[in-house]
């Protein structure tokens, strides 16, 4: 999940070709392929290949002042994964050639006429404008629903008023399952029967064991499916299907989560009490061998968070979303086992948790954190000065999350966990950008020695890796990131 807004903050929405081709203004007019596809950004280009300056997405548009070939011009955009093409009318050509027409419609590319009065800045300015609008739009959406799964928390019935709520917002239906895959409670318009199964077997893939995925995604019945682990470690899972999924659909999704985990986390009795009590002790100084029948032998994860949104449940809600009721809220982070005055949910404050290990500890909208190694209960003092060291790094590379690193990055997690984590952490990235990182990394950053290996234009590659930056909100002259980075596109 990300960039250095908000993670509550959808990014901006692509603009359908439809949309633009409305715009009266500009002239525009379809003269091949679909026009329901989305755009993500615009780029002028008379190149005579223009396949190594494309990211994909893109509506190109040129004047074909070097259009030789206009077959192998199209199939060379269409490789690059352009989302449309624009021809402007003059001042090379009287009209858009025939050639050119067939070729897009042979490939299925769409093909724009821009008439001679529309400069190319007044299209590429009216599709910023219509993302900023869409953006907007989105922004308002994910707001609402925010202010509408809160008030469905508070109402007599809270857990099927927030499915209920979940399922307007996204337009589909909403069921919270059971450990055993059986729906306990639903909500929303019905789906088709082989969605409901789609949907109950991708919860399955989350299920209840330790360290599995929190989070999954897929198809079926014609629908969008999505499933979400809760947390407090029952095992329940929250299952999504809508007919499309919008940018902010995995924000508002989230919040649900949160809330539908504070709401079946189980009463906790005495030995949680005493349990709570004894981590605290510990962490403000008591020897380990004097807690450990209490807590446990482990293995144990010290989590160390920072951020929140400044309310008093703001630590809760974390410690729900990971799992546990073991948190301490009590303090600043001065160092491994440091105290300061400031008040709990407070953003500056740190927020110390206490895990089962093995735990799946994700990455948590608007936190910070740093994850210990999983140790025993007397390795626990250990542990927490491995958590603060992985926040401070956390906090100075920008990452959401950090892991104490032990015996190397591959000996962290089994190959489908890793697999996992490498979707996750490239997913937004294209293969023509992953492709190019994973050369870039292996040739140690060398501009001119990757450009040579991919037969592209080095300036092409730094292109492409401040791409890869930006997507990433990752800082790639961090060796920490390097690494994490090359460890994910070689588990693919």
Do not use: K
């Not at 525009?28 to 950004?41: F, K, M, N, T």
């Amino acid at each position: 999940m990300t960039s250095a807004e908000p993670a509550a903050t959808p990014p901006a929405p692509p603009v359908s070709l439809t949309a633009l081709l409305a715009r009266r203004d500009l002239g525009l007019r379809l003269l091949a392929g679909p026009e329901d596809v989305s755009i993500h950004w615009v780029h002028t280009s008379e190149m005579a290949d223009p396949y190594p300056y494309l990211l994909g997405g893109e509506l190109l548009m040129t004047a074909g002042v070097q259009l030789a070939d206009p077959a192998h011009y199209v199939a060379r955009v269409v490789e690059a994964g352009a989302a449309a093409l624009a021809f402007g009318v003059t001042p090379v050509y009287d009209t858009v050639p025939a050639e050119l027409v067939e070729a897009c419609a042979r490939h299925g590319l769409p093909l724009v006429e821009v008439p001679p009065r529309t400069p190319f800045t007044a299209v590429a300015r009216a599709l910023w404008r219509l993302m900023a609008e869409a953006r907007l739009h989105e922004l308002r959406r994910v707001t609402e629903a925010q202010q509408s799964l809160a008030a469905a928390a508070a109402r007599p019935a809270p857990v099927p008023a927030v499915l209920g709520a979940l399922a307007s917002r996204l337009g589909g239906r909403a069921v919270l399952f059971g450990a055993d895959g059986t729906p306990s409670v639903a909500a929303g318009r019905e789906v088709p029967a082989e969605a409901t199964r789609a949907l109950r077997d991708l919860a399955g893939v989350l299920g209840p064991r330790p360290g599995g995925p929190a989070s999954a995604s897929g198809d079926g019945g014609g629908l969008r499916l999505a499933a979400y682990a809760l947390g407090g470690g029952d095992g329940l899972t929250l299952g999504v299907a809508t007919e499309r999924r919008g940018p902010g659909d995995h924000t508002i999704a989230g919040v649900a989560v949160v809330l539908l985990s504070l709401l079946t986390a189980p009463h906790r009795g005495a030995d949680a009490t005493a349990r709570d009590g004894a981590l605290v002790r510990l962490l403000l100084g008591t020897a380990p061998a004097e807690i450990a029948g209490t807590l446990g032998p482990g293995p144990w994860t010290v989590v160390h968070a920072r951020g929140g949104d400044g309310t008093p449940f703001a630590a809760a809600g974390l410690a729900a979303a990971l799992g546990t009721a073991l948190v301490d809220t009590g303090g600043t982070e001065t160092g491994a086992g440091g105290r300061g005055g400031v008040a709990p949910g407070t953003p500056g404050q740190t927020v110390r948790l206490l895990l089962p290990a093995p735990s799946s500890v994700a990455a948590q909208s608007g936190w910070t954190l740093g994850v210990s190694a999983p140790v025993d209960a007397d390795g626990l003092a250990a542990a927490d000065a491995q958590a603060a060291r992985a926040l401070r790094r956390a906090e100075a590379t920008g990452a959401d999350l950090v892991r104490h690193r032990l015996g190397g990055l591959a000996a962290l997690v089994d190959p489908d966990e890793a697999t996992a984590h490498a979707r996750a952490l490239l997913a937004p990235l294209g293969e023509p950008l992953a492709e190019t990182l994973r050369v870039w990394l292996s040739l140690h950053g060398g501009w001119d020695r990757t450009a040579a290996a991919m037969d592209i234009h080095r300036n092409t590659v730094r292109q492409r890796i401040t791409r890869c930056a930006a997507l990433l909100d990752r800082d790639l002259d961090d060796p920490d990131v390097r690494m994490e980075l090359w460890f994910a596109l070689t588990s693919r």
